[in-house]
């Protein structure tokens, strides 16, 4: 722990009487002893400074932390949010790319391209350390350089064949050329608006039918959708849950994801980079302290491991012993 501690970087997970809190805080600034905590569940007996939410996917627990007056997320997180819970938003908002300002830290964001609204957050504490939290990440090439990083490894395990992939777009468009009627799996918020836009780069330009909550929010966070229609409507191309595409009464089936255990025919299109990414992630950004902390599971220990292993200093979420009991 000793270089984050001369980063003046305390990172901390709260266990309650249920369990671990899912994800990081990070304690910072000595005489302010400020506390923003990550993607992690709101909190009714001890309230951080500010609840980062970097992505409105459920594992990243915005349902919870969205009802704080904390809260700090994009403009269009927070309408995703809103979307997906029915409930109001009872934060604060910015557009990405804006620096905004928490509790006296100038915190800027960054876009991560993982789903509309994802955005990384980087601010410096009193010890002049730039501290970057990544939240999930499609594509690094907006981050900057910092001295502590909190970075995903959703594919993080290097020794792991299904951790090293890359989008296969080609194959995508061959499903889209086929004249028969095609379904694509994809997750209601992020793949599904990814779809959407693959769809129409593609050149199909019809109706595209979708599940209502896809609808919504692609309708609700996208622009130039083309126009989108129920699933029950007459089109030739249809995007819902994967876990509608079996009731579906379509020729052709996919299901738009990187992992293989899926009945019906896949395609590899994700909304992560894989583990080459994450490590050109880190050589990009070149840390002096690296803290991999998403999802749970044994990849942020991997990538951890693999860091160390490369000359970095790292540690997974779950090698970190400060944990406060609230
Ligand atoms: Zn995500």
Known sequence: MKPLFDLGVLPIRHRTSRGFKPHVSLVFNSEKRLTFAVDTTNSRSQQPDAYLITHAHSDHHGKSAMLSDRAVCSQETARALEILYGKEYAGRTFKIGETINICGVDVKTYPTHHTIGACAFYWENDAGSK??????VKDAKDLPKCDCLVTEANYGDPDDPRCHFEDDIGAFREAL?????IAFGAYAFGKAQRAVRLVRESGYSGDIGMDPVSRALTEGLMENTGTLVDLESDCRVRITTPGEIPGLQTAKKFILTGRRDYKFPTINISDHMDVNGLIGMVKQCAPSAVITYHP???????LAAHLNKTGYYARALEEINTVIEI
Do not use: A, Q
Request: net charge negative; charged share 35%.
């Open 177 to 181: 050329s086929d004249p028969e009627d």
């Open 131 to 136: 501290i970057l939290v990544t939240g999930d």
């Open 296 to 302: 749970g599971g044994h990849r942020p220990l991997k």
